[in-house]
C-alpha cells in the first residue's frame, strides 16, 4: 500500500508545484500538468513508462467524464441547430486530414496501408486538451469554439468506422501473431453477426437514452430524498461509469455514449448537482492524463531521431493547421474565430494512442512506427497550449482594436441571476424576475419542494446552494446577482462569504431572518439585506394604524418617517453590534443603542406640532399662522 | 446625484430631472445624456432617486445650498411639471428655508426650466389651441421663484417634441442646450437679458420665423 501512496504523491505533489506556476505564467493547467509530467517521467526519471501506459487508460476515463458534463450542458434542440456544422466542418476535417497524411506519407514511400493508417491515427485532435483549455479561457461560446467542438464530436463519432477500417489494413508480413481488435471476454458483440450487431447497437444507445429520461428522475429523486450528499455522489459516478462500460461491451465509444447520457439529461432538474458532483473527478482524471501523455514522452527516442520526430510533429501540425484554415474560411469563421479554430485542432489526440495499441494489437504497425506516431503525437500535445498562447498574445490582440468598433455581441447568459431557494421567499423573487424576462437559474435542495416548483412549471433545479461547486455550475462566473433565500442562518452567511470572496463582481442580495442575521450577512459581505419579517410587519401596522381612525396618507407618513429612523439609526447600531467583542448575543453597548433608538423613535412618532418640523409630518406642515405678515413689505 | 469632472466652475449648476419613463423618451433622453457629457454640471434623477416619491428633504435643500443656478428639466405635463417635481416643490421648499422671514437660503440664485413640450409652438398662444403662451403657463413657477428670492429665467423649449426625431430637430436642440449650460457655468449668460425673452433658445423649432 505504502508503494501505491508513494507513486500518488509524486503525481500529485508534481501537479500541485506545476500547475499553479504554469497558470501564474499563462501558460494554462494543461501545459502546467504536461510539464509536470515530463518533470516525473523521462527527466527525473520518479516514474517508469509501464505505469504510465496502465495509468493512462484508467486516466483516459476523464474524456468520458468530461463529454457526459458536456452533453449535460447541450440541450438536444441545440446539439440538432449544430447538425450541419458537425457533419460538414466534421467530416471535411476527418477526410481531408486522413487524405493529406496518406499522400504526403506514400510520396515519401511507405506503403499505402501503414500510409491510411498513420492518417487515420492522426486525424483526430485532442478533444482533452481543447475543450479543457477552451473552459479555462472562457472559449467555449465563441463561434469559433462552438465550430470547434463541433469537429472534436465528428471525431469521436468517427472512431468507430475507424474501428472497423483499420484491421483491414493488416500487413500480410505481421499477421502471423494473431490478434482480434476486441478482446473477446470482454465483448458481447464479437462474435455475433452484422445485422444483429447493429441491432444490439440500437438497442444500447436505445436504454441509455430512454432509461436517461424516464429512470434517471425517479432513481435520482429516491436517493436525494435520503438527504446523503455521498449518496447522490454515487449514483451520478455510477451512472457515468455504467454508460461507460455498456458502450465499452458493445464495442462503442464510451466518450460518446456518456456525451449521449449528458444530453439526455441536459433538462434534468438534477443537471446542476450532477455537474457538481462529476466535475471534481474529472478534473482530476483529466489532470493525470495529461501527466501521463508528459511522462510518456520518451526523450531517448526524441534523441535518436531528433529531426525526424520533430519534423514529423511540426509537419503534421502545419497540415492539419492548413486544411482548419482552408475549412474556416469555407465555414466563413472570421477574424479571431477563424484563428481559435485553425491553432485549437492543429495537435493529434489520445485517441491516436488508442488507435495506435489497436492498430499494433491487428498488425496494421509494427513497434517501431507506433512508438515513432506515439512521441509525434505527444509532443504535438505538448506544443497546443503554446498554439493557445499565440492565440492569446498574437491573434485576439490583432482583432481587440477592430473587435472594439463592433456593437457587443449579445451574450447568451448575461443579466442572469441565480436564485438559492425557492420556498415561499425566493418564489415571489423569482416570479418577479421571469415575469419581467430575466432568466434566473434556481436552486434548491429539498426534492419536495423541486418537486411542487416543476407542478405549477417553475424550472428548479435541485442541489444545495450552499456548496460551491453547485454555484459554479450553476454559472456563478456569468451570473450578475446571488438572490440568497435558504433557509439555513449560517448557512446564508457560509454562502455569501465565498460568493463576495470568489466572486466580488456578484451582487449579493440576502434575506435575514432577523436583525442578528443581518449584521451577520453585512459583515459577510451582502450588497443589500432585507429581513424577512420587516416590511409585512410594517405593512401590517400602517394598516392598524388606519383602522384606528388615522387618515391613510398619515398613517403612510408615519410608516415612511418609522423607516427613516429605522435606516439612520441601523448604521449606529451595526457599528456598535461590530464592537460587540466576544461577548454572546448584541454586547452591552448595544442594547443602550438600542434603547436609545427607541426613545428617538417614540419621540419621533409623538411630536405632533403644527409650528415647528418634525420628522412624521415635515413637508406638509403649513407654514405659521401669522406667515403672512412676512410679505407686508411687499 | 451624478457629476462630472471639473473641482471650480463658476457657476455651480443643478440640474433637477423629472421623467416617468425615460425608456420611451426620445429627445430629454438625448438631453440628458449630452448635460451628462458636460463637465461641471450635477444631475438628480428624481424619479430614479425617489421611486416611492419619499423625498429626502435635508438631502435636497443641501444641493440647493451648493449650487447657484437650478434647472427643472421635464416634458410638459398638462401645462405643468411631472408629480415628482411638485412633490418636490411642496417638500423641499419650506417656510423657514426657502421662503418667509428667515428663508433666505435661496436669494439671489437662478432657475430655469428645460422643457418639451407635444404641441407646436403656434399652439402656445392667444390664437392657438393651447391659449397661453408656455411663458404664461409657467408663471406659477416663475412666481415660486421670485417668492424664494430666485432669478427666473426663461424656459429652454422644444415644441413638436413628438415629431422632433422624425424631423430632424433632435440635433441642433441637443447642440444648443449644451451651448446653454456651458456658458451658464462659465458665467458668459446676460441673467438679465434672459429674464425677459420668450424662450432661452435661438429659433431652430418647426416654428418658422421665430425671434431670438
Not at chain 1, 499477421?175 to 462474435?191: E, I, K, M
Not at chain 1, 520526430?309 to 477563424?338: E, N, W
Request: hydrophobic share 50%; charged share 20%.
Amino acid at each position: 500500500v505504502t508503494d501505491y501512496l508513494l507513486h500518488a504523491m509524486i503525481y500529485l505533489g508534481a501537479a500541485t508545484i506545476a500547475v499553479p506556476v504554469a497558470r501564474l505564467l499563462g501558460l494554462g493547467s494543461v501545459l502546467g500538468y504536461l510539464i509536470a509530467g515530463v518533470i516525473i517521467g523521462p527527466l527525473t526519471g520518479l516514474v517508469v513508462d509501464s505505469e504510465t501506459e496502465t495509468l493512462q487508460h484508467f486516466a483516459e476515463f476523464g474524456v468520458v467524464m468530461m463529454l457526459f458534463l458536456v452533453g449535460l450542458e447541450l440541450e438536444p434542440s441545440v446539439m440538432w441547430s449544430m447538425r450541419r456544422r458537425l457533419v460538414g466542418l466534421g467530416g471535411m476535417q476527418v477526410v481531408l486530414t486522413v487524405l493529406a497524411v496518406a499522400a504526403l506519407a506514400l510520396v515519401a514511400g511507405v506503403d499505402w496501408r501503414i500510409a491510411l493508417a498513420a492518417g487515420l491515427i492522426l486525424a483526430s485532435s485532442s478533444t482533452a486538451i481543447v475543450l479543457q483549455t477552451f473552459d479555462e479561457k472562457g472559449l467555449a461560446r465563441t463561434e469559433g469554439g462552438r465550430a470547434g467542438f463541433s469537429v472534436l464530436l465528428f471525431q469521436d463519432l468517427a472512431v468507430i468506422p475507424i474501428i472497423a477500417l483499420l484491421p483491414l489494413l493488416a500487413l500480410p508480413e505481421l499477421v502471423s501473431t494473431v490478434g482480434n481488435g476486441l478482446d473477446a471476454d470482454q465483448s458481447l458483440v464479437a462474435d455475433l453477426p452484422d445485422w444483429l450487431y447493429g441491432l444490439v447497437l440500437i438497442g444500447s444507445i436505445g436504454i441509455v437514452v430512454v432509461g436517461g429520461h424516464y429512470l434517471s428522475g425517479p432513481i435520482f429523486r429516491f436517493v436525494a430524498r435520503s438527504g446523503l450528499r455521498e449518496a447522490f455522489t454515487t449514483t451520478a459516478l455510477a451512472l457515468v461509469v455504467g454508460i461507460a462500460a455498456l458502450m465499452g461491451l458493445v464495442g462503442l465509444s464510451p466518450a460518446l455514449g456518456a456525451f449521449l447520457a449528458g444530453m439526455v439529461l441536459a433538462n434534468s432538474e438534477f443537471r446542476h448537482e450532477l455537474e457538481a458532483n462529476i466535475e471534481p473527478f474529472k478534473g482530476l482524471l483529466l489532470g493525470l492524463f495529461f501527466i501521463t501523455v508528459g511522462a510518456g514522452i520518451r526523450f531517448d527516442l526524441l534523441r535518436e531521431d531528433l529531426g525526424l520526430v520533430l519534423g514529423l510533429t511540426l509537419g503534421i501540425m502545419l497540415l492539419k493547421a492548413a486544411i482548419l484554415f482552408g475549412l474556416a474560411l469555407v465555414a466563413k469563421l472570421r477574424r479571431s474565430d477563424g484563428w481559435l479554430f485553425t491553432l485549437s485542432l492543429a495537435q493529434a489526440g489520445e485517441f491516436g494512442f488508442v488507435l495506435l495499441g489497436y492498430s499494433q494489437d491487428n498488425d496494421v504497425l509494427d513497434a517501431g512506427i507506433a512508438r515513432l506516431l506515439a512521441l509525434v503525437i505527444a509532443l504535438s500535445m505538448f506544443l497546443t497550449p503554446m498554439l493557445f498562447i499565440v492565440f492569446d498574445k498574437v491573434i485576439v490582440p490583432r482583432y481587440q482594436a477592430r473587435d472594439d468598433d463592433r456593437e457587443p455581441d449579445d451574450v447568451d447568459d448575461e443579466g442572469q441571476v441565480i436564485i438559492a431557494g425557492v420556498g415561499r421567499f425566493g418564489q415571489i423573487v423569482n416570479r418577479l424576475l421571469l415575469a419581467n424576462d430575466v432568466p434566473t437559474v434556481v436552486l434548491d435542495r429539498f426534492v419536495g419542494q423541486v418537486e411542487r416548483m416543476s407542478q405549477i412549471q417553475m424550472k428548479t433545479y435541485y442541489g444545495d446552494a450552499s456548496r460551491p461547486g453547485l454555484l459554479q455550475t450553476a454559472g456563478i462566473a456569468n451570473a450578475s446577482a446571488l438572490v440568497i433565500a435558504i433557509d439555513d442562518y449560517e448557512g446564508s452567511v457560509e454562502m455569501t462569504k465565498y460568493v463576495k470572496h470568489a466572486y466580488p463582481e456578484v451582487f449579493v442580495l440576502a434575506r435575514a431572518f432577523d436583525r442578528g442575521h443581518q449584521y451577520l450577512l453585512r459583515e459577510a459581505g451582502a450588497d443589500y439585506i432585507v429581513k424577512e419579517t420587516y416590511y409585512s410587519a410594517l405593512e401590517l401596522g400602517g394598516e392598524t394604524l388606519k383602522r384606528l381612525g388615522l387618515h391613510p396618507f398619515v398613517a403612510q407618513r408615519r410608516r415612511a418617517a418609522f423607516e427613516r429612523v429605522e435606516e439612520c439609526s441601523g448604521e449606529k447600531l451595526y457599528q456598535a453590534w461590530l464592537e460587540r467583542e466576544a461577548e454572546e448575543g448584541f454586547g452591552d453597548n448595544y442594547v443602550d443603542l438600542y434603547m436609545e433608538v427607541e426613545r428617538v423613535l417614540d419621540e419621533a412618532m409623538k411630536k405632533n406640532r403644527d409650528d415647528s418640523h418634525d420628522r412624521a409630518e415635515r413637508g406638509w406642515t403649513p407654514p405659521p399662522k401669522n406667515y403672512l405678515d412676512d410679505f407686508e413689505g411687499d | 446625484m451624478y457629476y462630472r469632472g471639473m473641482t471650480n466652475p463658476d457657476r455651480k449648476i443643478l440640474i433637477l430631472f423629472a421623467h416617468p419613463s425615460l425608456d420611451r423618451s426620445e429627445v430629454n433622453a438625448e438631453l440628458l445624456r449630452a448635460a451628462s457629457a458636460v463637465e461641471g454640471i450635477s444631475i438628480v434623477d428624481l424619479y430614479g432617486e425617489y421611486p416611492t416619491y419619499q423625498i429626502d428633504i435635508d438631502r435636497e435643500q443641501q444641493r440647493l445650498l451648493e449650487h447657484d443656478v437650478v434647472i427643472f428639466m421635464f416634458p410638459l405635463y398638462w401645462y405643468s411639471t411631472p408629480a415628482i417635481l411638485k412633490e418636490w416643490q411642496d417638500l423641499v421648499l419650506e417656510y423657514g428655508f426657502a421662503y418667509g422671514a428667515d428663508g433666505t437660503a435661496l436669494n439671489g440664485k437662478t432657475l430655469l426650466c428645460a422643457i418639451t413640450a407635444g404641441g407646436p409652438e403656434e399652439a402656445y398662444r392667444a390664437e392657438g389651441f393651447n391659449h397661453f403662451t408656455l411663458r404664461e403657463l409657467l408663471r406659477p413657477i416663475e412666481q415660486t421663484a421670485i417668492l424664494c428670492g430666485m432669478r427666473f429665467l426663461a424656459p429652454f423649449a422644444l415644441f413638436g417634441s413628438r415629431t422632433a426625431v422624425d424631423g430632424g430637430r433632435v440635433g441642433n436642440h441637443v447642440a444648443e442646450w449644451v451651448n446653454l449650460l456651458e456658458a451658464l457655468r462659465d458665467d458668459r449668460v446676460d441673467l438679465a437679458a434672459a429674464q425677459d425673452l420668450s424662450k432661452l433658445n435661438a429659433a431652430g423649432d418647426e416654428s418658422t420665423g421665430d425671434k431670438a
